[in-house]
């Protein structure tokens, strides 16, 4: 099963295919559940028959509080296939000088159970 989700203004481009989940842009939707439950749906239908690999790969320019709470929900999903002995890694990028998606991104490391990179990108061309 697979999703895409086109970015505008406000929401990131979501891609979640073969294994691969790419998380794009800004993500400050007005309601960020709403805007997530798609990809949610999906996680768990993929969680019935995943991939051998899983990689989430997140290059947002910005996420408000309510955008990192449903992250926090997308991270533990997978890392629940992580706990089951599937290959799970997580790729957050922020682009160079970016002090506060670093910042999150380690915040987010420091949570997690599973394998996450924190990894400085010169530019994001998102």
């Not at 294994?19 to 960020?32: D, K, Q, W």
């Not at 449903?70 to 799970?88: A, D, H, P, R």
């Not at 910042?103 to 990894?119: E, Q, S």
Request: aromatic share 16%; charged share 20%; glycine share 4%.
């Amino acid at each position: 099963m697979s999703i895409i989700i086109q970015k505008s203004q406000n929401t990131p481009f979501v891609k979640f295919e073969d294994g691969v989940l790419v998380i794009a842009g800004r993500s400050i939707p007005e309601n960020s559940l709403t805007f997530f439950e798609p990809l949610f749906k999906t996680i768990a239908e993929y969680s019935k028959k995943p991939f051998p690999v899983t990689e989430i790969n997140i290059l947002l320019e910005y996420a408000n509080s309510s955008s990192n709470r449903s992250l926090m929900t997308i991270f533990t999903l997978f890392e629940k296939f992580y706990e089951n002995g599937n290959n799970v890694y997580i790729n957050w990028f922020f682009e160079s000088g970016d002090d506060m998606m670093y910042d999150l991104g380690h915040d987010f490391k420091a949570i997690m159970r599973l394998p996450f990179m924190v990894l400085e990108r010169s530019s994001l061309n998102i």
